[in-house]
């Protein structure tokens, strides 16, 4: 089950999960939470006994907001074959989304790649969405978010993506020494750890830049 | 005109691996010690431009 009250401020990241996407992927759930989101990955649960599918459906049926980013779509050096995860979750969240219930038909995503028409070649049935790139620069990912969301709640104020960006170098000037007093490696931290520390943080940051 | 209430940031799901009050110490006292710099620093000698 999922928390009614969460459940319009919970956003879905699907996103590649690699060494060389992580930049992107740390801007993407900096500006979800400084956008005042809850960000939601396949990550944040280390449940071994729940099967992955499983617990990837349970997360998107709590979001009615998803990022996901088809960028990765090269070919794995050693196995010669691309990844598919991120294309199948975006199929299951558009399935949610049309065959869902009234609350699940509510659903809203933003697709990001690198380039803003290159999904024709490879994803061509995802023609008539909106589909942002962010050429692989957090700063950009960061604004693509940022826009993206205030839009989904425009009674509210929030701050702009070049504000939020210079927040989150303030942020990654911190990180180091935060993880030096928590003990924790940088590449230690977990999605979880990386969320609650950027929630400390920007409670007490929120308006430095 | 009135202005729109500004977004609030929401705490994320799951507990994580490090305990709430050495996190919260840690990032008050990392936070705090970076202001303390700034604040420290000693003012640029460059002359302000003033009116003519």
């Not at chain 1, 999960?17 to 993407?28: G, L, N, R, S, W």
């Not at chain 1, 050429?135 to 990912?141: G, I, L």
């Amino acid at each position: 089950m999922y928390n009614n009250n969460d459940y319009e401020w919970n956003v879905f990241i699907n996103c590649p999960f690699d060494k060389q996407y992580e930049p992107v992927f740390h801007a993407i759930i900096f500006a979800v939470m400084d956008s005042g989101y809850i960000p939601r990955s396949a990550q944040e649960s280390s449940d071994s006994g729940e099967v992955r599918i499983q617990k990837i459906v349970k997360i998107i049926k709590s979001c009615k907001f998803a990022i996901h980013d088809i960028s990765r779509t090269d070919l794995s050096p050693e196995k010669k074959l691309p990844r598919f995860n991120m294309p199948l979750e975006l199929g299951i969240y558009l399935g949610a989304k049309y065959f869902g219930d009234k609350k699940q038909k509510s659903k809203n995503c933003l697709i990001l790649d690198t380039e803003q028409f290159r999904y024709q070649i490879f994803l061509s049935d995802l023609a008539g969405q909106d589909i942002r790139s962010h050429n692989n620069e957090p700063e950009k990912a960061i604004r693509c978010v940022r826009d993206w969301l205030s839009s989904l709640h425009p009674e509210l104020q929030y701050p702009g993506g070049k504000e939020i960006y210079n927040r989150y170098k303030l942020f990654l000037y911190d990180l180091p020494k935060i993880c030096r007093e928590t003990k924790l490696s940088i590449e230690e931290l977990t999605f979880t750890d990386y969320s609650r520390t950027i929630y400390e943080w920007l409670k007490l940051n929120e308006n430095n830049h | 005109m009135t202005r729109k209430p500004s977004r609030q940031i929401r705490p994320p799901k799951g507990k994580g691996s490090i305990s709430n009050k050495v996190l919260k110490e840690a990032v008050k006292k990392v936070s705090e010690k970076r202001i303390d710099s700034i604040k420290k620093k000693p003012k640029s000698k460059t002359p302000t431009h003033k009116n003519k």
